[in-house]
């Protein structure tokens, strides 16, 4: 993918954001999980988070903790998070510019979340 045919390189993606630090920003999920799925996005085109500089993970980390903190002042109601980040297509990734997903969880959310990320293969979840 071309920074050209990237949806995460356009200025509709980069005018939908909600945060900014250094190298960074965040933007709603266009496809939540769960009310409150962010995504933390280069600004730099950069393929997957292998691919990242050590600015844009560190940038991407502060950033992280930054929407941690305002998502539980916002919503009593989180009680924990998924981050996630897909590498390459047989790992899920859609969109081929490095992306992070905060996933805030609330008790009760699911059944059993016990396995977290694991259930991206289900027979694997429970242990």
């Known amino acids: 993918m071309t920074k ?5 390189c356009s200025p509709e993606t980069l005018s939908r954001a909600v945060a900014y ?8 999920d266009k496809f939540p999980v769960t009310p409150g799925h962010l995504l933390i996005i280069p600004r730099r085109h950069v393929a997957d988070c292998f691919a990242m500089s050590e600015a844009e993970r560190r940038d991407a980390e502060t950033l992280l903790v930054q929407l941690r903190e305002r998502t539980l002042a916002g919503d009593p109601l989180v009680t924990g998070f998924n981050v996630g980040i897909n590498c390459g297509q047989s790992a899920g990734q859609t969109i081929f510019h490095a992306h992070i997903h905060l996933i ?8 059993d979340p016990r396995g ?6 289900p027979r694997r979840q429970r242990y």
């Open 4 to 8: 050209t045919e990237c949806p995460f």
């Open 104 to 111: 805030p969880r609330r008790s009760g959310d699911t059944a």
């Open 21 to 28: 630090h250094g190298t960074v920003f965040a933007v709603d």
């Open 116 to 121: 977290g990320v694991r259930g991206v293969i």
